[in-house]
């Protein structure tokens, strides 16, 4: 007589249990990082708009900060704030410069930090 041993097929319970919880870590850190680059992405936009402004030049540093504050809350932008925001002008140069940064808790005691910095030029220096 003789036995065969059986072959065991399929993943064990520990294993699928892995397996779901690395796609749930995964899936978590999508969902926390995706909205911040999102955000960037409207901020970007505010910039080159300001930048393909024919008007730009002639408007005072108060102005751009309202003109990029309102496009951050048409844009529900909440993450730059108005000391994040640089405006160097001199005559027909315009520099804006915009840096911030973005920190999201995941879990427990882990972030995530985003450090963003856009500048445009306009003119000549």
Same mark, same amino acid.
Do not use: S, T
């Given at each position: 007589m003789k036995v065969s041993p059986k072959h065991q097929q399929g993943l064990t319970f520990i294993s699928i249990a892995s397996i779901l919880g690395l796609i749930g870590f995964f899936t978590l850190l999508i969902l /926390?990082? +995706?909205p911040i680059y999102i955000d960037h992405n409207k901020v970007s936009s505010a910039l080159n708009e300001?930048? #393909?402004s024919p008007e730009a030049l002639n408007l005072s540093e108060p102005e751009i900060r309202s003109s990029l504050n309102k496009r951050f809350? *048409? #844009?529900y +932008?909440? @993450?730059v704030n108005q000391d994040d925001i640089t405006v160097v002008k001199?005559? @027909?140069y315009l520099k804006v410069t915009i840096e911030y940064e973005v920190a999201k /808790? +995941?879990?427990g005691n882990l972030s995530i930090l985003a450090e963003f910095n856009d500048v *445009?030029? *306009?003119g000549q220096p």
């Open positions: /926390k990082i +995706v300001l930048r #393909n809350n *048409i #844009n +932008v909440y @993450d001199h005559g @027909d /808790k +995941v879990a *445009i030029e *306009i």
